[in-house]
């Protein structure tokens, strides 16, 4: 799942998210090559077939939420967001 | 031999040789009751000097191993009177002699010995010989003897031509599979598991040692399937050894199945479990009694268990939890009993506990920010585990089959299977009571079977889609899935 506008997207420091790479603080996997920010949901050795694709879009929406707190704040987005937990 | 006295171990030898050759000789070994000791008395020699031989020199000459397969196979050459030349491993500087075919691992010497039927040409000056002797006599039988395909009997005897002496060498023949079947007797018989076939995915410590113990019970069919290759770090834990590193695997383990089986059919497959190798892998399970997986991720044991589903066959899975303070096995039986996706689902923190045995692992769940570090566990930890899943492997095989291990059946009914080795700090076992201190509450060291049922919407292997349109009201028959133009 990843962010195509804006590109690049950037942090409350005005550094670009994408050079963060896989990064638990701003919870994001690996940038497309074009610099797209990718949000972290279920990393590959978590997911499963029974996680349904509303719960992936679910966490961008709460994604961009916590991205918003960020920029007012400029705490790590991992401040308002867990880990995705386990799931059935 | 004991004694360092050159001569004393020279007249030694030369009366076993003697003996051996029953031909008689200057020097002959006599028991002097009187000094309870052997001595060795020379010919024309009034005084009896005694040796001080104990059982180490009884145990002097080499012995050379010979399968009776090969002999069968030679023999028209044998009885035509043409010597053979079969290559065999020398051992411990000549202290044993194995036949190179019967595994498929040669030692690090080897040498040609001649085989021929006793005659003139066996006083020749080639280094190693074994010699067939008529031997008609009713005392004929024993390791050294065997019966031609034409009913003659013949004593075999080695013998190694060196440094101008010759040293006689003790010859086993051996009928290589009734010897192996003659410890599982009784439990399995001889041929029970010969039309078996399992697929490993996975042959890390624990999937290795599932193989090899397989292999031991009389399995003949295996499929390897892993990418890696034996690294240093691996020796530790893996039942490759350090003189292998580098080599893939599955080879390590081919090698290891026919040590202990020879006439197993092994195939290996260096190759990742992967989307990309989907036919592949499904073409590998097809027709399979059964899956074998340990690979060290949920992707690959996810698609394992769909084509295992798609193609019905069994699976068992095992796996390590962190530092393998304890771990788990899972059966499958596919729409019988709960598959991989259904125990995420119904169990998904016990499926999430994983060892980190590698960087690879590690850096799968990592983060730039938030490094995991490699925390494997013992293989001493690892191997209860395996020991187990072979165990469950083996019934499953077996299934259909009457032996004697029916009576577990009752004890192997559950699905999934917990065992843990310690009260690991920051899990729910951390309280746990002393092994000595509880009877029937949970305890290290021992297996817990866990019911749990099949998930009936399971993604894998149940009615997904119907639960989910039952669910919202949603009738499939009316929903038209626009195909490709």
């Known amino acids: 799942m990843y962010i195509t506008e804006p590109n690049p997207l950037l942090m409350a420091d005005r550094a670009p998210i994408n050079t963060l790479g896989i990064s638990h603080r701003m919870h994001t996997l690996a940038p497309h090559d074009c610099g797209w920010v990718q949000i972290c949901h279920w990393r590959e050795n978590r997911w499963h077939a029974g996680i349904y694709l509303h719960q992936v879009l679910l966490k961008g929406l709460i994604w961009i939420e916590a991205y918003e707190q960020h920029i007012a704040t400029g705490r790590d987005l991992a401040d308002f967001v867990r880990t995705m937990a386990e799931t059935a | ?485």
């Open chain 2, 1 to 485: 031999m004991t004694t360092n006295d050159p001569q004393q171990q020279q007249m030694i030898r030369d009366a076993m040789k003697s003996i051996a050759e029953r031909k008689p000789g200057r020097t002959k070994l006599v028991y002097d009751k009187t000094k309870r000791t052997i001595v060795a008395v020379a010919e024309g020699s009034q005084v009896p000097r005694a040796l001080n031989i104990t059982a180490d020199d009884a145990d002097m000459f080499g012995a050379i191993t010979l399968s009776g397969t090969w002999l069968r196979e030679a023999w028209p050459s044998l009885a035509a009177g043409s010597d053979v030349a079969v290559r065999f491993t020398l051992w411990d500087k000549g202290d044993a002699y194995t036949l190179c075919d019967l595994g498929p691992q040669v030692g690090p010497i080897t040498a040609e010995v001649a085989v021929g039927l006793e005659g003139p040409g066996d006083s020749d000056d080639t280094r190693l010989r074994i010699i067939l002797s008529k031997d008609s006599s009713a005392a004929a039988h024993g390791p050294c003897t065997f019966v031609a395909p034409d009913g003659s009997t013949f004593t075999l005897k080695g013998y190694d031509h060196h440094d101008g002496r010759v040293v006689p060498l003790d010859v086993a023949i051996v009928e290589v599979q009734p010897a192996l079947s003659e410890r599982r007797a009784g439990l399995l018989e001889n041929t029970v598991l010969d039309d078996r076939s399992i697929v490993c995915f996975g042959l890390g410590t624990g999937g290795a040692y599932a193989a090899i113990e397989l292999a031991k019970c009389g399995v003949r069919r295996f499929t390897l399937v892993d990418p890696d290759r034996l690294s240093v770090g691996n020796v530790s834990r893996h039942p490759g050894g350090i003189s292998q590193v580098g080599r893939y695997k599955v080879n390590v383990v081919r090698d290891a199945i026919l040590e202990k089986n020879p006439d197993a059919q092994v195939f290996v497959y260096p190759i990742a479990v992967s989307p990309e190798k989907l036919e592949d892998i499904r073409s590998l399970i097809r027709g399979a009694n059964l899956v074998i997986c340990g690979t060290d991720n949920r992707p690959s044991k996810l698609l394992i268990n769909q084509l295992c589903i798609e193609e019905n066959v069994a699976a068992v899975y095992g796996g390590a939890f962190r530092r393998a303070y304890g771990g788990q096995v899972l059966r499958v039986r596919p729409r019988v009993s709960p598959c991989q996706q259904c125990f995420i689902s119904a169990m998904p923190d016990e499926a999430a506990d994983v060892e980190i045995s590698s960087p690879t692992e590690a850096d799968a769940v990592a983060y730039s920010d938030r490094p995991v570090a490699v925390e494997p566990g013992l293989s001493l930890d690892v191997l209860p585990i395996a020991n187990f899943l072979t165990k469950l492997a083996l019934m499953e095989l077996l299934e259909g089959k009457p032996t004697s291990l029916d009576i577990l059946r009752r004890d192997f009914s559950a699905p999934w299977y917990l065992w843990l080795n310690r009260p690991e700090p920051g899990t729910q076992y951390a309280g746990m009571p002393p092994l000595s201190d509880s009877i029937d509450e949970m305890t290290i060291n021992r297996w817990y079977g866990v019911e749990f049922e099949r998930d009936t919407a399971c993604p894998a292997c149940g009615d997904f889609l119907g639960t989910m349109a039952a669910a919202h009201g949603i009738d499939l028959d009316a929903v038209v899935i626009p195909s490709k133009a």
